[in-house]
Each structure stands twice: as C-alpha cells, then as structure tokens.
C-alpha cells in the first residue's frame, strides 16, 4: 500500500466517525454556510495578480514537520499583502498537521479564494468544506474512481463551490476531466515516490483545454521557473512548501513575487 492508497483509506473512517459526531444539519447553520463564494478562478487569472495560490502547510508525509509553529493568521494576511492570487489551506491533521480552525480563521482575516486542501472521497466532507469558509474544494483524480470524482465535482456545483481536479499524467487527465471543474492543477510531485520534476506540467499543459483554469503545483521554487511555466501557458501556480520552509513564510513569499514580477516586466520588454 503506498502512502495516497494509506491516507485515503484512513480519510474514509476519518469521514465515517464525523458523521456520527457532527450531522450535516449541524453543519449547514454554520455562519459561512449561506455565504457568497469568492471566484478562485477568476482571481488567479487577474491580471493584477501574480496567480498564485499560497498554501500553510505545517508538514507533509514526505518531508515530516515543515513549520510547526506558524501562525495562519500572520502567514494568511502576509501572503495576500504579498501579492497572492489565493490561499490554500491543509486541513487533514493527521499527515499534514492542519485542521479545520486553520481555515476557518485564515477566512476570518482574508476576503480571498480559498482552496480547502484535503482527500475528499465523500459528499459530507464538501458540506463541511462550505461550512468552514472554503471557496473550492480539490479533487485528487489518482484518488477518486471518474464517475466517483463526477458526481463530487456536481455536488460541490450545486454548492455553489468551484472545483479544482489535480492530476498527475495524461491517463488521469483524459479519464477524470468533467464540465463539473473549473481548475486543473498538475501535481509535479508524484504522490506514489514522491519525486518532483516541473517536466511533468510543460509535458501536460496542452492536453488541457483552455476552458479550465490551468495551474502548475509543487516543486517551484525560482522565480525562473514560474516565467517558464507562465509562457508554456499556465494560469496558476500552487506554492507551499518554498515557502512555509522559511522561518517567515510571508516574506519568503513576498521576495519571491517581487522577484517574479521584475522578471515578468523584463519578458514583456524584450518582446517589445
């Protein structure tokens, strides 16, 4: 069993004790339940913005503890002055370290899309995901069987929410692709060995219809790489962990905008 085999596994009894625990009843009073949904899509593709999708994650399963003791409400606030397009925020606790109050108070402070990083596998965890201030949910097609992650993707439609498939190869792109997402995000890191190689998006980006928001995720970590990924056609650009390493995440991520940004202008002169 590799590790996404283990933590979907464990994600469906995760998903089995909080519906006994707390009913969707009680979810849908939440005060964020009836709230407008802020656009992921269209705010990364702003022109105004630098596309990308800052995430706090305190650690992951293949790096261990990343930054135990940051602060969601410093980072959240510093990474939007900063110039990210979105947040997102992990809230599986067991192999990521987040929980649900990660993002409820990173809502709290940023009027913002914000991407709920977590497994689902089930519709409760989609209601829970509103109920808790999320905007889009993600969609793991190595997870989820296509008609499975369909009918996911329709739910959180009905929601009101957007969608965000991740995708690892061109197999998973062609059997999970549905009018129900709005972003397709191809993960560099292959979730199975944990290798990370950019290859994996530019080798991917045109087999995306360009009716989805397109967006590169994992392994960036110069600023170089963004302007590549951005001429190849990319839209978006999910960065945590280059960012989070760092004892303060939020200036990690504004010095890497800035630098992006000078670079970007520097691409626009010379094709003057």
């Known amino acids: 069993m590799n590790i996404l085999d283990k933590i ?30 802020v656009s992921m899509k269209k705010y990364v593709t702003h022109p105004d913005k630098s596309g990308i999708i800052s995430e706090f994650k305190r650690k992951s399963p293949s790096k261990g503890v990343i ?48 991407l709920r990083k977590d497994f689902v596998v089930d519709e409760y965890q989609i209601i ?28 959180a439609k009905s929601l009101g929410m957007e969608v965000l498939l991740e995708v690892h190869d061109g197999e998973e792109l062609e059997k999970s692709i549905n009018d129900g997402v709005d972003l ?24 995306i219809p360009d009716s989805f ?17 951005k001429k190849a056609g990319f839209d978006g650009f999910l960065i945590g962990e ?3 390493k760092s004892a303060r995440p939020e200036q ?3 010095t890497f905008i800035k630098e992006f940004k000078k670079l970007q202008a520097q691409e626009e002169l010379s094709k003057v």
């Open 8 to 37: 979907i596994a464990d994600k469906y009894k995760e998903v089995a004790d909080k519906k006994s625990l707390i009913p969707v009843k009680l979810l849908e009073k939440s005060i964020y339940f009836d709230g407008k949904v």
């Open 67 to 114: 930054n135990g003791g940051a602060s969601v409400e410093t980072v959240s606030i510093g990474y939007m002055q900063a110039g990210a397009s979105a947040l997102s925020v992990l809230t599986d606790q067991v192999y990521f370290g987040g929980s649900n109050d990660d993002l409820k108070i990173a809502r709290k402070f940023n009027f913002c899309p914000i």
């Open 128 to 155: 829970e995901a509103k109920s808790i201030g999320a905007d889009c949910i993600l969609l793991i097609a190595a997870a989820l069987e296509p008609a499975k992650l369909k009918s996911l993707a329709y739910f």
């Open 184 to 207: 397709i995000g191809v993960n560099n890191r292959n979730l199975k060995t944990f290798d990370v190689s950019i290859e994996t998006s530019l080798s991917l980006v045109d087999a």
């Open 213 to 229: 928001v397109k967006i590169s995720e994992s392994g960036i970590s110069d600023p170089k790489t963004m302007v590549q990924l």
């Open 242 to 244: 280059n960012f989070m």
């Open 252 to 254: 990690a991520a504004y």
